[in-house]
């Protein structure tokens, strides 16, 4: 029996991890390597909601990473040599217990601390926690190594916030949309503010926008000169010549008075006797 554990923690391994993360206010991510006998673990992702200081995000890696491996390859895993440019996650670590400051301005630190600490003891894995120095232009291992895990620690924060702002103009749509809505039908929402703000919107935005509204005032022009030119202008002749009439109303009075000449022909023709001679007929009669 006692042969079978010694082979069990023969076989055991070591880890080696370099973690690294990247925080802003709206979001944080986290880039961990992993390599052992067994092979090679590349991952990244994003930090948890309550994420709210760049040390917290970098403890948020090391959990990562002790979860990676454990998942990955069980319980052969002995311990993991954690290699992090954060010197603080490596004093949290490291400590017996967190200051009474911390604990109270940070509970963050705290929470994620209490779950490596549990994670680790539960699953019998040492860690031997190592700064490195982050952000370094020499061509060694761990300045790669580190380079990389920021490299996917960046990338993970970039897609976590370009997720959280569109779930934010989301949500601020629709309560913008809810509110109109509440204004058109008269029934003011009770216990939130008449006034609701829209969603800011870019620069780039704006100026689209503004060429949207310029070309559909050019093309309303257009469309308004092309019927001016299309309507029939009257023909304005002096007052003092006595016909100060347009040139639709003079025609339309040529043709009454060439239909009643044609009218009082026929009638003169029928009273003579004589077959009515049409040739003659003006154009408006023939009409």
Known sequence: MNSQKERAGASRFWVTCYTDASF???????????????????????????????NEAELAAIFAGVY????????????????????????????????????RNAPAVARLRERIRTFSNEHGIELDLRWVKGHQRTNTVRAYLNARCDKLARAARA??????????????????????AEKSNGTPNAGEPGVERLPRRSRKQKNRERRHRARERNRAKKVASASERARPRAIELPVASGLDIGLEDRCARNRVRSKRDDDERAEQAVASGAPPNFAPLSRAMRR
Not at 79 to 103: C, E, H, I, M, N
């Open 68 to 103: 990676l491996a454990r998942k990955v390859w069980g319980e052969a895993v002995r311990g993991l040599v954690v290699y992090t440019d954060s010197q603080a996650a490596v004093g949290f670590l490291s400590d017996d217990s967190l200051k009474p400051r911390t604990q």
């Open 159 to 180: 897609v976590a916030q370009r997720s959280e702002k569109r779930t934010v103009a989301e949500k601020c749509g629709r309560e913008a949309g809810s509110a109109i």
């Open 24 to 54: 802003t206010p709206i979001a944080a991510g986290w880039g961990v390597w992993l390599r052992s006998t067994r092979g090679r673990i590349v991952r990244h992702g994003a930090c948890p909601p309550y994420v709210s200081s760049a």
